[in-house]
């Protein structure tokens, strides 16, 4: 399969519950990045992975944990989530210094119950 | 961090007439400044993208304009057709992954 994949496309948990999504590039770039889109907030970056190093981490609640193995695969670990953070999550990559431009997964739809 | 305003939040057109959406920034170290475009129930992709060095890029029935002084850059967007509808994004990138995207803008075209 080609471009950017996440699974699952849908996830219902609970409160107590610990999930985790999953992305994966097949376009060899070489950073990663995770977005939360609400009706609040259209598209809200969450973390960035370049050459499988954090380099950035807007503030996010500790409750969402990032992991980045290589440089195809990213992961959000879930855990004691809250009804607000029910929202789309997407998986971006690009490959830095040759044109920055992101290419999407087609989002994870979570609802927190 | 970058502020980044985009106006208008809503914007409805009458096929075949021009839209005109417009991106504020604060990062005067900007460089990279893209167009997303997400129709309903779809990831966003990018359409159209301009660099620092470059003061207007077109592609069809789409352009983009930059003004670095004025730190402010906008997608235009002529006879728009019905498929046109979406909503669009900017994304301007201050280098080192700090990408800041827009609120958006709700286009809608009339037929």
């Known amino acids: 399969e080609t471009g950017v994949t996440q699974t699952p496309r849908h996830l219902v948990m609970g409160m107590t519950n610990k999930k985790s999504l999953k992305c994966e590039q097949h376009?060899?770039?070489?950073?990663m990045y995770w977005y939360k889109q609400s009706a609040k907030k259209p598209l809200e970056l969450m973390f960035v992975?370049?050459?499988?190093?954090?380099?950035e981490n807007n503030s996010v609640p500790s409750r969402f944990s990032p992991e980045c193995p290589n440089s195809s695969h990213l992961f959000l670990h879930l855990h004691t989530l809250q009804p607000e953070d029910s929202a789309l999550y997407l998986c971006?990559?690009?490959?830095?210094?040759?044109?920055?431009?992101?290419?999407f997964g087609p989002g994870t739809r979570l609802t927190v119950t | 961090g970058e502020n980044v305003e985009q106006h208008p939040s809503t914007l409805s057109v009458q096929e075949g007439d021009s839209a005109v959406i417009k991106c504020t920034y604060s990062?005067?170290?900007?460089?990279?400044f893209p167009w997303y475009k997400q129709e309903l129930g779809k990831r966003p992709q990018l359409i159209i993208d301009?660099?620092?060095?470059?003061g207007e890029k077109k592609d069809q029935r789409i352009a983009v304009t930059l003004n670095k002084t004025a730190k402010h850059f906008s997608l235009h967007i002529t006879e728009t057709q019905p498929e046109d509808s979406a909503v669009y994004f900017c994304a301007p990138y201050g280098g080192y992954q700090k990408v800041t995207f827009g609120t958006g803008t709700k286009l809608q075209v009339i037929p």
């Open positions: 992975y370049s050459l499988e190093e954090r380099v």
């Open positions: 301009i660099r620092s060095n470059v």
């Open positions: 971006a990559s690009s490959q830095e210094r040759s044109g920055y431009e992101q290419y």
């Open positions: 376009l060899g770039h070489n950073a």
């Open positions: 990062d005067s170290a900007s460089n990279y």
